[in-house]
């Protein structure tokens, strides 16, 4: 027996693949192939467009796969959630679908986009959110380079940004948040009542998670002197939680922990001040927790 399992392709291919190798998965794409080679005989992989990936699975197609929340409720497809994966391309956070408007423009609010025009990819998310406000506007799909349109051929957009830097550069302004949105594994709901596939699907979210649960994290290792270890101690953040342990001489411990990557820099140091010695930083791929 063998998982169906679909990889989005496009802009989150590179981190996907990048979070299965953390994982232990070893995924290996290529440009003339749609189905990329997995080195767990279990699972078959198969790349599928996000904006699609949620209807393929809620029709059996695959068994699981991989797509943002927003594709989801786009396509309202009646899948099982498994995981919320809090990844996007370009950073370890949540990705939004913001209304914007040219910096010239005088909305202020959704409301002021009545009878306008608004050209998106999300079509019907955008026709519900202006539902839900009572706003009366033509929402037109968009191929592409959809922050280009405004002003000449559309009034507004509704667009996907992570940082809003390409806004920016295009000279528009973010007026609301239409939806906010990360990575999901979402699962076949036939599929999911299958013991095995259950099972593997479960141990595939474990793996997963462990993995997110150790990006920007670095393991700090060091030995100290018993009567340094209060100082050793006092440098490290307060909530962390290290391990103690005795070595071999009965003067000296060692002191193993985990840390943001972003502060070890400022911290080793001082632990050599506080009398920290053999300090050593090394990479995790998975925290399971």
């Not at 590179?14 to 279990?42: K, M, Q």
């Not at 790349?47 to 695959?62: K, N």
């Not at 919320?84 to 956070?93: E, N, T, V």
């Not at 010695?277 to 399971?288: D, F, S, T």
Request: aromatic share 6%; hydrophobic share 40%; with cysteine.
């Amino acid at each position: 027996m063998k998982l169906k399992l679909g990889i989005p392709k496009g802009s989150l291919e590179n981190a996907t693949v990048d979070l299965f190798r953390r994982a232990g998965f070893t995924i290996t794409c290529s440009s003339r192939s749609y189905f990329p080679a997995i080195d767990d005989p279990e699972i078959e992989c198969m790349l599928i467009r996000a904006q699609e990936m949620a209807r393929y699975v809620e029709d059996g197609i695959l068994d699981a796969g991989l797509t943002g929340r927003d594709w989801v409720e786009e396509n309202e497809a009646k899948i099982e959630t498994i995981a919320d994966l809090i990844y996007a391309k370009q950073s370890f956070g949540k990705v939004r679908w913001v209304l914007a408007v040219p910096e010239s423009s005088s909305v202020r609010s959704v409301k002021d986009l009545e009878g306008k025009v608004i050209a998106t990819e999300l079509v019907s998310t955008t026709k519900r959110y202006l539902a839900a406000n009572g706003v009366h506007a033509k929402v037109e799909f968009s191929w592409g380079a959809t922050e280009v349109k405004p002003p000449v051929l559309a009034d507004a957009i509704v667009e996907v940004t992570e940082t809003g830097s390409s806004l920016r550069a295009n000279n528009l302004r973010i007026v609301e948040t239409i939806i906010e949105s990360n990575t999901q594994l979402i699962a076949n709901s036939q599929s999911w009542t299958d013991d095995w596939k259950h099972r593997k699907l479960e141990d595939i979210r474990m793996l997963l998670d462990s993995a997110i649960n150790a990006l920007g994290k670095v393991g700090l290792m060091l030995n100290v002197r018993r009567e340094c270890l209060a100082a050793v101690l006092g440098v490290l953040p307060a909530l962390k939680k290290p391990t103690i342990s005795q070595l071999s001489d009965e003067d000296w411990l060692a002191v193993n922990t985990i840390l943001d990557e972003s502060s070890v820099r400022n911290i080793i140091p001082r632990l050599k001040e506080a009398g920290g010695q053999g300090i050593v930083e090394y990479p995790l791929n998975k925290i399971v927790m």
